[in-house]
């Protein structure tokens, strides 16, 4: 099993630009989590997936847009990237019962 | 709304001995789950310990404790023998379970620092 992983690892935008920032795991979880975390800060949530074909908004969620393509892979995008969203952005998936997140390693962004 | 926080900034020991993460939280439901989370300067979150609230019994991971007080809403980590390689940023954290609307918080963060 890969886990949990993200594409890209490291993303420089300019103002204006748009990306999508990839998550697919493979372990059959059930919810599936983007988190930002700013320097020197803690995990805020975006937004969420509890289950295939549902999206709830977090914490944190202008500015962003999900969408939960299949069971394995929760995609995140940015359509008008601002310098506020410079962060680290970081996946998770649950599943239900075990109790247990996988988070994958990270997307480093830079918005210039 | 569900909340978590964790008082303490910054929290250093010396190598080999003991220290007490504080968290706390607020929520209203009786069944959720609470997390400790390392991460060290790799950015990698590594699962430490996790406690289910409909257990009374503390969890422990080797030098890893907690101790659990589901009136009070606390859920502090204690780490024993402590070594270099525990410096990081701690993270307690909130789920409230599988199905229907989740909750999942974290706290601001501890970072620890081990003094040889």
């Known amino acids: 099993n890969a886990g949990v992983t993200q594409t890209p690892k490291f993303q420089v935008l300019k103002t204006g630009q748009s990306m999508t920032l990839q998550c697919a795991q493979d372990m059959n979880h059930n919810s599936m989590y983007w988190y930002r975390q700013d320097p020197g800060m803690g995990l805020r949530l975006i937004y969420y997936?509890?289950?295939?074909?549902?999206?709830d908004k977090g914490e944190v969620p202008n500015g962003y847009n999900v969408s939960r393509l299949n069971k394995r892979e929760f995609s995140l995008r940015l359509e008008s990237a601002a310098p506020s969203q410079t962060s680290v952005y970081f996946c998770?998936?649950?599943?239900?019962?075990?109790?247990?997140?996988?988070f994958g390693p990270g997307t480093r962004l830079t918005v210039l | 709304a569900q909340t978590v926080t964790q008082s303490q900034p910054e929290m250093s020991v010396q190598e080999a001995e003991t220290v007490t993460l504080s968290c706390t939280y607020d929520?209203?439901?009786?069944?959720?789950?609470l997390f400790w989370y390392k991460q060290p300067p790799s950015r990698q979150m590594i699962l430490v310990i996790r406690?289910?609230?409909?257990?009374?019994q503390n969890a422990t991971e080797n030098r890893f404790s907690v101790n659990f007080q589901k009136a009070a809403k606390s859920f502090s980590l204690k780490i024993s023998d402590s070594q270099l390689g525990d410096a990081a940023m701690y993270f307690c954290d909130y789920w409230s379970g599988g199905g229907g609307a989740q909750k999942l918080v974290f706290g601001q963060g501890t970072r620890l620092t081990i003094n040889p």
């Open positions: 998770a998936s649950i599943l239900w019962g075990a109790n247990e997140q996988f």
């Open positions: 406690q289910e609230a409909y257990k009374q």
């Open positions: 929520t209203s439901e009786s069944d959720y789950y």
């Open positions: 997936s509890a289950s295939e074909g549902t999206t």
